[in-house]
Nanobody, 123 residues
Framework: QVQLVESGGGLVQAGGSLRLSCTFS????????MGWFRQAPGKEREFVAT????????YYADSVKGRFTISRDNAKNTVYLQMSSLKPEDTAVYYC????????????????WGKGTLVTVSS
């Protein structure tokens, strides 16, 4: 059973940076596309970014393109989300997800989810 554990959330000022990590266990990491979603207070969960196992296919939501970077370390079973130029509207709980391919992850998320880590951006 795949388990995902996010870390790295916290409070940061607008314009600052933060790196989220998600550790994968219970399966073969290379078999999964990985992604990040977020859910702001009172809003629906939304797609942020996804990467294939080889990082040859990477997609971002328009709202984070150019500011966020998704990457993965297959030796460490970990996926990262480097967030820069943060804005108050980036405030949300960020969830890691794993799925069979980037198309599925991008459209509705993967088959496994972490419990999330809170990112708060102050103005």
């Amino acid at each position: 059973q795949v388990q995902l554990v996010e870390s790295g959330g916290g409070l940061v000022q607008a314009g600052g940076s933060l790196r989220l990590s998600c550790t994968f266990s219970g399966g073969t990491f290379r078999s999964y596309a990985m992604g990040w979603f977020r859910q702001a207070p009172g809003k629906e969960r939304e797609f942020v970014a996804t990467t294939s196992w080889s990082e040859s296919s990477v997609y971002y939501a328009d709202s984070v393109k150019g500011r966020f970077t998704i990457s993965r370390d297959n030796a460490k079973n970990t996926v990262y989300l480097q967030m820069s130029s943060l804005k108050p509207e980036d405030t949300a709980v960020y969830y890691c997800t794993a799925g069979p391919n980037t198309s599925l992850v991008r459209s509705r998320g993967g088959t496994s989810w972490g419990k999330g880590t809170l990112v708060t951006v102050s103005s």
